[in-house]
C-alpha cells in the first residue's frame, strides 16, 4: 500500500484541511460581492440567510420524496446526515448566486470575471469536502484514501485452493481435543470468493472470507462459522472497509489462541442499491440462496464445524435485520445471530403498504409470515441466542432492539443487548459491537482463552 492510500480521512490532518477548506470557503461565499470595504446594501446581506434557508428546504423536500414518494430508503436518514447536508447546498447556491453576479458584471475585464468564478466554486469545492468527511464520519465507512478508493479491497486475493476442502482430507479435529503442531501465524487470511445460487437461481457479488490463524494449522480444527450482511445501500467490502473485519477478528483471535469462527461475508442484494428483503418472494429467491446455497457452498468448501449450534449470521442495519431473519426462519441453520442496528422488520419504504405490494403483490399474510416479530410469537426457540446491538444516537433503532429482544427473551432465545455509547445508525456500531458479540457467543462454539 502507497503512502497516500493509507492517509485517514476521518480523523487527523485531512479532518483539519478539510475544517479549514470549508471555513474559509464558506466565508468567502457569504461575503458582500462588493467586499466588507464598501458598506453592502440590503439585497447583499440578505442573500446567505435567503441561501440558508433555501437549502434547508430543499435538503428536507428531497429526503421527504426519497423517502416517501419515491420510497428509495425504507428509513429516514439520521439527522447529522441532512445537518451536514445543509451547508454543502447552502455554499451551491451562494457559489452560483455570486458566479451569475459577477459573471453579468460587464465592466469587470473578461480575466477578472474567469477569476471570480473559479473563486466561488473553490469555495463550493471546500465547504463540499467538510460536508463529505463530515457524512462519512459519521456512517464510519471509509476511514483511509484506500478505503475510499476501492483500491484495498482491490487487492484482496481470490480464494485460493490450498485453503479449501480437499477430497478425502482426514475429518477435522474437534476445538476440545486440538493443538496445534506449529506456531500459528499472527493473524487471519482474507479472501474472495464466488458463491453459485445453485439452487435459488440468484446471482450475488462477490464474497469475502475470513480464515483465523488457527485454519492455517495441521491438522485444522473444527472452526465455528459466521455469516454476515452488510446493510443497504452497500456492498459486502463494507465489512471490511467500515466493519474493520479483520483487525476485529485478529484481536479475538489472539485473544483466544488463534482461533475464532470462519467469517464469511455474503451478498444478498446482488447490486449496491438492490432489496431483496431476505425473503423468497416476488422479487428474489434470497432465503434460499441464503439457507441452502450458502451453508452448502461453506460445507463443501472449508473444514468447517457442521454442528448448526456453531453457526451464526450477523450483520449491520439491512444485514441485521437479515441475521435475524436467519436465525427465526432457519433455526436448524443458523441457531445464534448478531444484530447491529436492526430493523424491526424487513422493510423496502417507510410506508408498510408499499414493502407488501412490492413483494408479495400486497399478500399482507404472507408478508408477515416470515417476518421474525410473528415467527417468535408462534414457535420456541430455546437454546438459541440473539445479540443486539445500536448506537446510543439513534433512538428509533434503540426502539427497534428493545421489541425485538423483548420477543426473543419471551420465545426462549438467550439475549443480550447493548447500547454502543457516542455513536449512531453507523458502521462503527458493527466495528465496535463485534467483538462484545463474540464474546457472547465464544462459550456456545467452545471457544476458551
Known sequence: MGFAEGIRIDDGPVLWAACAAGV????????????????????????????????????????????????????VLPPEVLAWSVPAVTALLLALHRGWTVWRSRPRPARRRRVAVTAAAAAFAGVLALSAIQINAYFGLNHTVSDLTGTAVARIPALEAGLQR??????????????????????????????????????????????????????????????????????PADWVTGGALRSRM??????????????????????????????????????????????????????????????????????????????????????????????????????????????????????ERQTPLHLMQ??????NALYFGAGERDPEFIEYMGVLAGAARSAGFSVDEQVIPRTGHSWTVAAKGLSAGLDFLAPRWGIKK
Open 24 to 75: 474559509v470557503g464558506m466565508l468567502y461565499l457569504i461575503r458582500p460581492h462588493s467586499g466588507w470595504k464598501r458598506a453592502p446594501g440590503r439585497k447583499a446581506w440578505a442573500v446567505p440567510p435567503a441561501a440558508l434557508l433555501l437549502s434547508l428546504a430543499l435538503v428536507l423536500g428531497v429526503h421527504w420524496l426519497l423517502v416517501y414518494p419515491f420510497a428509495l430508503f425504507p428509513d
Open 166 to 235: 480437499q477430497a478425502g482430507e482426514p475429518a477435522t479435529v474437534g476445538l476440545a481435543g486440538w493443538t496445534p503442531r506449529a506456531t500459528l501465524p499472527a493473524g487471519g487470511l482474507v479472501r474472495k470468493a464466488s458463491i453459485p445460487g445453485t439452487v435459488s437461481g440468484f446471482r450475488s457479488r462477490d464474497a469475502y472470507v475470513y480464515l483465523p490463524p488457527a485454519y492455517q494449522a495441521s491438522p485444522r480444527p473444527a472452526l465455528p462459522v459466521l455469516v454476515l450482511f452488510s446493510g443497504q445501500p452497500g456492498s
Open 250 to 367: 485478529d484481536r479475538f483471535a489472539s485473544a483466544h489462541h488463534g482461533v475464532a469462527p470462519v467469517v464469511i461475508v455474503v451478498d444478498p442484494n446482488g447490486t449496491p442499491n438492490g432489496n431483496v428483503l431476505c425473503m423468497d418472494s416476488q422479487i428474489a429467491q434470497a432465503d434460499t440462496f441464503l439457507a441452502e446455497d450458502v451453508p452448502g457452498w461453506i460445507r463443501a468448501t472449508f473444514n468447517v464445524d457442521p454442528d448448526p449450534r456453531k453457526w451464526a449470521a450477523g450483520g449491520f442495519s439491512f444485514g441485521a435485520t437479515c441475521a435475524v431473519q436467519m436465525a427465526t426462519r432457519h433455526p436448524d441453520v443458523y441457531s445464534a445471530a448478531l444484530a447491529f442496528s436492526s430493523e424491526q422488520e424487513p422493510a423496502l419504504a417507510k410506508e408498510r403498504h408499499k414493502t407488501i405490494e412490492a413483494s408479495f403483490g400486497g399478500d399482507t399474510a404472507a408478508f
Open 378 to 383: 408462534q414457535r420456541r426457540f430455546d437454546g
